[in-house]
């Protein structure tokens, strides 16, 4: 199954991060170039990394100027999330290019990919859910609460693949069909930003 391989891939990225634990270090994606693992692991990766700069910056007592820089940071990394997810559905319409839409076939809320991102960020919460769960520094009503928390989760990640692997289903037998749309995140472009062209 797609989602089962994708998600033992995240988990994988997850943990290969927490072996460093620093939002400096660079990735080592093992899988080939141009594949679609190789894709869903520097989603992830991208992911991990974005994760920590948010506890980061949510320090009370962080310099302000190291903040704007993280700030600018995660900015930065939400375009190449972005631009990843963008890739992870190339190769689906890639893969289904061939498929000829029934006359009533229907388009879904979101491309696979973009729940695909869901997914991933799922990985990332039930990792750092489950060590909450486990922690020995904090007592047993908050431990029983992560762990509700946790179960709550798992169930989201089941319910979630099921969908992905439904709506997979229905593109490949032509009940619904794939459409996407470029982001157009107006923020980062400086002919599209009034604070940006604004100072042209």
């Not at 072996?19 to 400096?24: C, H, I």
């Not at 969908?163 to 794939?178: P, V």
Request: net charge negative; hydrophobic share 35%; charged share 30%.
């Amino acid at each position: 199954m797609f989602t089962e391989n994708a998600i033992g891939i995240f988990d994988r990225s997850v943990a290969d991060y927490h072996r460093f634990d620093d939002v400096n270090h660079e990735a080592q994606n093992p899988y080939e170039k141009g594949t679609l693992d190789f894709l869903l692991y520097a989603k992830n990766s991208i992911d991990a990394v974005q994760w920590h700069l948010e506890d980061i910056i949510r320090n009370p007592s962080i310099d302000p100027a190291e903040a704007l820089l993280i700030k600018r940071r995660i900015d930065a990394l939400n375009q190449e999330r972005t631009d990843l997810v963008e890739y992870i559905d190339s190769w689906f319409l890639n893969r289904y290019g061939s498929v000829t839409p029934k006359p009533d076939a229907k388009i879904n809320t979101e491309t696979p990919a973009w729940a695909v991102d869901r997914l991933s960020i799922l990985s990332l919460k039930i990792y750092h859910m489950r060590i909450e769960a486990q922690r020995t520094d904090s007592d047993e009503q908050q431990r029983a609460a992560c762990n509700a928390k946790l179960k709550v989760l798992l169930e989201q990640q089941r319910d979630l693949s099921t969908a992905i692997e439904e709506l997979l289903e229905d593109i490949a037998a032509g009940r619904k069909y794939m459409k996407t749309y470029k982001q157009m995140k107006m923020y980062n472009d400086p002919n599209l930003n009034p604070v940006l062209y604004g100072k042209k």
